[in-house]
């Protein structure tokens, strides 16, 4: 992909071994293989099964909540002086973020493929949240696997999740976060192979992962693109969607990646600085590797050893990307910046105080890469920033940093 | 290179007796105790080692595995020195065949091409890459095979008659059956459904079944053995290493011979297995 020919689509990937250029794939150990082939051709035949899309739909709009609002952030707006700033508010959705989207989906793929049991992995707890939440929805036995640093950063997440039924295992390999999490959780995979489906929160890991998760998540977008012409009768100039695997980013992008006069900024976890070990900016800062699946861009060292990442966003804290963004970087459609933990949590507050909205950790990295770029941009200019979760589940973690006692 | 793998199970055929395989994680607890433990393993009765390349994330193994791996990286390991770990064992053995074993990104970024190089030039025998099904084949399968390096393949009870031969297409060396769905070091499945599914393989290819993942004790090494072509031995005897070692995982006096005592006696179950199997 290094010399990129003009491309007619950047929506056709990915081919049908499951890559993005040089990205995804499917590695993952012979157990698997005949698993994921069956989730590949189920998941093919529910995309043009009318009774499916119809399903997906009802749930969608009764049970989510869909579509979410476009919401016009008039005072963050005039405070920051120049481009006009939108939200795609998936905060709002059942669960209180995106993550629930794929889920409904995935769950719908369980049943008809006849698995009794539902397997995932969160970091933020979010996407666990989501899972335990379609779980009980369903009548499906859950476990979460969730790193057990996570666990104690957040914890009312797993508490919502032991109320909806699921069993949360902590895992203590490495520094506990998501990355443990899902070695963990494919571990249970490979051993319950038979009757177990594992819903993957985010858009990485064997094809066809990236690409289910992609087109549940891609409903951000499209409802997005439609309430924009509504309200401008326009496309907006500019994206911005934080990437910590890379889902509410990629369901936000993927409808507008052909639309040539939109600008595409994905908010990577710059941690502590990028100089150091503490961050997630595995796009800015690692190269290509294989790990959980797919080849994409890793933190990783000479060795091919992986590394600890760390991020304030228990979300983003996963030293991997989605293949699709990898390959959307290196293509240039999109460009990825890193925005710092105090940046995000400047950003966290400078939300709730100007618009009445408590961010999560997650989407307070993307706002923080609004309020950099809207006071130059001008005031005819758009953008639109997915705010893909509610900061409900970090008010004890930004309470112990800015000292407030709670 | 294939020539000494083919030989050696040509040669145990002759002779009557499934192989005893045996897998360690290199590196783990220090660099020389491990080396002395795989120049050990054939004086022991090994008759093919396996040779464990360690990686942050091992996704299918357990827990023994796992910290085996850590262990080894905390040691300072990495692939170059485990390479060189098999081109030191050359030095005084030329009829064991070694296979490394491991996860494809730390091959990946050391780079095929002169990974494949450096491995035929240190002695290595075959890969066991347990994160490339055959649907990666051209990552790395088809370039070292062409090389003349064997490409052994994990294949399972998910993996059926429609798919073996998918499987099995450009293996080569020994195909290596993980006798249940799950991680490494998990418990002993049932003999009759193993001696069932090293059949149904056999109907698919000629090349040796090795069968693994449970075998904890000789009893166990013979009763698989009675039925497959090698008895492979894993997280038993990293657990044995682990047993040895002082609470902040420095190597002990028993390390070695620890290892050595485990081996022999797996050693006599292989040997004892089709003398069972024939009464």
């Known amino acids: 992909m290094n010399e990129t020919p003009k491309l007619n689509s950047f929506r056709a990937g990915p081919d049908e071994d499951g890559r993005f250029g040089i990205y995804g794939g499917r590695f993952v150990a012979e157990t698997l293989m005949p698993l994921i082939l069956d989730l590949e051709a189920e998941f093919n035949k529910a995309k043009t099964d009318p009774e499916f899309q119809a399903e997906l739909a009802h749930l969608g709009t009764h049970y989510i909540g869909r579509p979410s609002p476009l919401y016009f952030a008039e005072r963050l707006t005039a405070e920051l002086g120049g481009a006009k700033i939108y939200f795609k508010r998936d905060e709002l959705n059942h669960t209180g973020s995106h993550k629930i989207n794929n889920c409904i989906g995935q769950i719908l793929l369980a049943k008809r493929m006849g698995k009794k049991r539902i397997i995932a992995e969160t970091g933020a707890g979010q996407h666990g949240v989501a899972s335990a939440t379609v779980a009980a929805r369903f ?90 012409m509504a309200a401008e009768g326009r496309l907006p100039d500019m994206l911005v969607a934080a990437v910590g695997g890379g889902s509410n980013a990629i369901g936000l992008f993927h409808p507008f990646l052909d639309d040539e006069s939109v600008k595409i900024v994905g908010v990577e976890a710059g941690g502590k600085g990028l100089d150091g070990e503490e961050h997630c900016a595995s796009l800015t800062a690692g190269s290509p590797g294989v790990l959980h699946g797919n080849r994409t861009y890793l933190l990783q060292d000479s060795d091919g050893q992986i590394k600890e990442g760390h991020s304030i966003s228990a979300g983003l804290d996963y030293p991997g990307i989605g293949p699709e963004h990898s390959w959307l970087k290196d293509t240039g459609r999109v460009e990825y910046v890193p925005i710092m933990d105090n940046e995000a949590l400047d950003a966290f507050q400078m939300l709730t105080r100007t618009e009445g909205i408590i961010p999560a950790l997650e989407p307070s990295h993307a706002l923080a890469e609004v309020i950099k770029r809207a006071p130059k941009m001008d005031k005819d200019q758009i953008i639109l920033m997915n705010l893909c979760g509610r900061g409900d589940k970090d008010i004890f973690t930004v309470g112990k940093i800015l000292g407030m006692g709670l | 290179m294939t020539a000494r793998m083919d030989k050696r199970f040509a040669d145990l055929k002759a002779e009557g007796r499934p192989a005893l395989v045996t897998y360690f994680m290199g590196g783990d607890p220090d660099f020389e105790t491990s080396m002395k433990i795989m120049q050990a393993l054939p004086k022991a009765g090994a008759d093919v080692i396996e040779l464990g390349m360690p990686f942050s994330d091992p996704m299918a193994d357990g827990p023994a595995i796992q910290l085996a791996g850590q262990r080894a990286l905390k040691a300072g390991q990495n692939l170059a020195k485990t390479i060189d770990m098999a081109r030191r064992f050359r030095e005084t053995d030329q009829d064991t065949p070694i296979v490394l074993m491991g996860y494809y990104n730390p091959i990946y970024i050391y780079g095929v091409e002169r990974f494949i190089e450096d491995a035929l030039k240190a002695g290595i ?26 490409f052994i393949r994990l294949t399972t009870p998910t993996t059926d008659n429609k798919r073996l031969p998918r499987v099995l297409q450009n293996s080569s060396g020994f195909v290596y059956y993980v006798s249940m769905n799950g991680i490494t070091g998990s418990a002993l499945p049932d003999p009759s459904l193993i001696a069932g599914a090293v059949a149904r393989i056999k109907g698919h290819t000629e090349l040796p079944i090795c069968v693994g993942f449970g075998v904890k004790t000789a009893e166990h090494a013979r009763l698989i053995g009675a039925s497959a072509d090698g008895v492979v031995v894993g997280t038993a005897i990293v657990n044995q290493i682990a047993l040895s070692l002082t609470k902040d995982g420095q190597a002990t006096q028993d390390t070695v011979p620890s290892v050595e005592t485990l081996v022999r006696g797996l050693s006599t179950g292989v040997r004892a297995a089709r003398l069972a199997a024939a009464e």
């Open chain 1, 139 to 228: 009548g499906f036995p859950c476990v979460v696997y969730m790193g057990a640093t996570d666990v104690e950063r957040q914890a009312p997440n797993v508490f919502r999740m032991k109320l909806l039924g699921a069993e949360v295992k902590p895992v203590t390999a490495g520094h506990g976060t998501l990355k443990d999490a899902m070695n963990e959780a494919l571990r249970d995979w490979v051993t319950n192979v038979d009757d177990t489906y594992y819903i993957i929160g985010t858009a990485a890991g064997p094809h066809p992962y990236p690409e289910i998760v992609r087109e549940f998540q891609s409903v951000i977008g499209k409802e997005a693109k439609e309430q924009m």
């Open chain 2, 125 to 150: 025998d075959g890969l066991i890459v347990v994160d490339l099904p055959a649907e990666m084949d051209d990552e790395l399968c088809i370039p070292a095979v062409a090389r003349g390096l064997n």
